[in-house]
């Protein structure tokens, strides 16, 4: 997924929001709340606590990692945080994780009992008087700090978030009373995937509301780790929709032609297999596939004869308000913004003068994932091929790893290495080498990572006749190395620079 860098403003999507009006302050620490709305948190039916909201994060968000850097190295004034005022309180909408990290720091007693040890040996180490005041920025609403806020987890240095935290950021917009017409413009993403990602955050909903054994419900409640991709390759498939008794009203939300009961039934088994892994977007990508599927239901099958039906709201009760786009129907007339159809967004430039590289980004920007997955796959993986390699041969290290994977001289001539062969000397090498931090962190991410972004994934589209790529799975793919592509794609500068 692609956004623009671009950030506007709360009333006029089109116009730049003036931050330099928002009041930078000091508060102190202790006085700031810690958000309940934060997209990295678990969905609730009723609000955490300001002590749950600590223990999740403790428990999920690696904050001693913070809280340890803090008290080494200080924190870092330059790191505003960004907070709303909500009557006579200040809730910090951006940073939660930093806040959360000083408060411990200051008071080690409000993490829970088995954690205080360790936040109490740290707090020893900093200067609490120095963390005490925390520099803020005020947004004058949690709309129109949500552009920034997306902006600084999608495509910035900032940890990225995962699908349905994703998908909770957009939801929680339309349910402030935001259209889907108004986030389109705002974000530059087409309506469609808009009302894609609140969809996919009331399936995950729904999905944390079956009642699953403990330790499926452990993986399906982590929005860390659950694949939604692969849940929503499933409810999306037309004969698994069929099957399920689901499909989407006009205004978005989920409605079933069963009863509730037995679409529970069988979509409890489909989020199980997902949770555990045994239903995965890579096995699932025939007709044949789904069919072989759903056919080993079972008891877990939906009676289709049984006459019933229901919505979100008797599958969600109270918590079906942030998944629904029942506000986006009424949405103003606005001027039409040309949806992005390829892969990459016309803004993305290249800053290097290669033909190749800039012909095959422009075949990137224009091919619709939509319609041609398989090529955009393709493409896709020439694009990583070339600009791994360029990068390798502009850091002057070409012929070092030549000559070490050719010792023998059997090679011929014009041989160059494959991509994980590259990617895999960059890694090793990465300490002897002026490799940008977040190039070496994508090398890591496209060899390792299992979760699906990586070398494996691009080779089984490309010679698994069974793999076919979903365009989700590819803006997710994208989402997460874009920005160290266009860190390769820029001149390196020399060390004394």
């Known amino acids: 997924m692609v956004y623009k860098s671009a950030l506007h403003s709360e009333r006029h999507p089109l116009r730049p929001m003036d931050y330099s009006k928002w009041k930078q302050t000091t508060k102190a620490a202790t006085t700031l709340l810690l958000d309940q709305r934060n997209p990295r948190l678990l969905p609730r039916t009723t609000p955490a606590t300001q002590p749950e909201l600590v223990a ?8 001693y990692a913070m809280a340890k850097s803090i008290a080494e190295r200080g924190f870092f004034p330059h790191e505003l945080i960004i907070a709303i005022e909500d009557h006579t309180r200040i809730v910090v909408v951006e940073g939660n994780r930093r806040l959360c990290a000083v408060k411990l720091l200051i ?14 040996k740290l707090s020893h180490k900093v200067n609490i008087a120095q963390i005490r005041k925390l520099p803020i920025l005020i947004a004058p609403s949690r709309d129109a700090a949500a ?34 017409e ?12 808009i009302r894609e990602f609140v969809q996919n955050y009331q399936m995950y909903c729904v999905a ?22 692969s849940l929503e390759r499933i409810y999306r498939n037309a004969e698994a929709a069929t099957f399920l008794g689901i499909s989407f009203d006009e205004k978005g939300s989920l409605t079933g032609t069963i009863p509730v009961g037995e679409f529970k039934k069988a979509f409890g088994k489909v989020v199980t297999d997902v949770a555990m892994g045994k239903a995965n977007s890579r096995e699932l990508n025939k007709k044949e596939h789904f069919e072989k599927y759903l056919g080993g239901f079972g008891d877990a099958a939906p009676d289709s004869s049984k006459k019933g039906g229901f919505t979100a709201k008797d599958v969600l009760g109270a918590s079906a308000k942030a998944t629904t786009m029942s ?17 990459i967004s016309k803004s993305f430039a290249c800053g290097i003068d290669d033909i190749k590289i800039g012909a095959v980004l422009d075949e990137l920007k224009r091919i619709s994932v939509d ?30 790893i030549i000559a070490r994977l050719n010792k023998k001289g059997e090679k011929a001539a014009d041989w ?67 920005e160290s592509v266009q860190i390769m794609l820029t001149p390196i500068l020399p060390p004394s620079a």
């Open 56 to 63: 999740e994060m403790i428990e999920h968000e690696d904050v």
């Open 107 to 120: 008071s080690p007693t409000l993490a829970p009992e088995d954690h205080r040890s360790r936040f109490k």
């Open 147 to 180: 552009p920034l806020i997306q902006s600084r987890h999608t495509r910035t240095e900032i940890e990225k978030w995962e699908p349905v935290m994703q998908a909770r950021f957009y939801a929680d917009r339309i349910a402030d009373g935001n259209t889907v």
């Open 182 to 193: 108004e986030l389109a413009d705002e974000f530059l993403i087409p309506p469609g995937q």
């Open 208 to 229: 944390c509301n079956l009642d699953l054994p403990p330790d499926v419900a452990a993986k399906v409640k982590d929005p860390r780790k659950f694949p939604l991709s």
């Open 327 to 343: 506000k986006a129907t009424n949405a103003p007339a606005r001027k039409q913004i040309p949806p992005q159809k390829g892969l």
């Open 371 to 400: 319609h041609y997955p398989n090529a955009v796959s393709l493409t896709l993986r020439g694009l990583l091929d070339m600009t791994f390699g360029d990068y390798l041969d502009r850091l002057g290290a070409t012929k070092t």
């Open 416 to 482: 160059f290495p494959s991509l994980r062969q590259i990617l895999n000397f960059l890694i090793n090498e990465g300490k002897t080498l002026p490799i940008h931090p977040l190039a070496l962190k994508s090398a890591k991410l496209l060899v390792q990572d299992e979760s699906g972004v990586s070398v494996l994934m691009l080779d089984q589209f490309a010679h698994n006749n069974r793999v076919i790529p979903a365009p989700s799975e590819l803006r997710s793919f994208w989402a997460k190395i874009e």
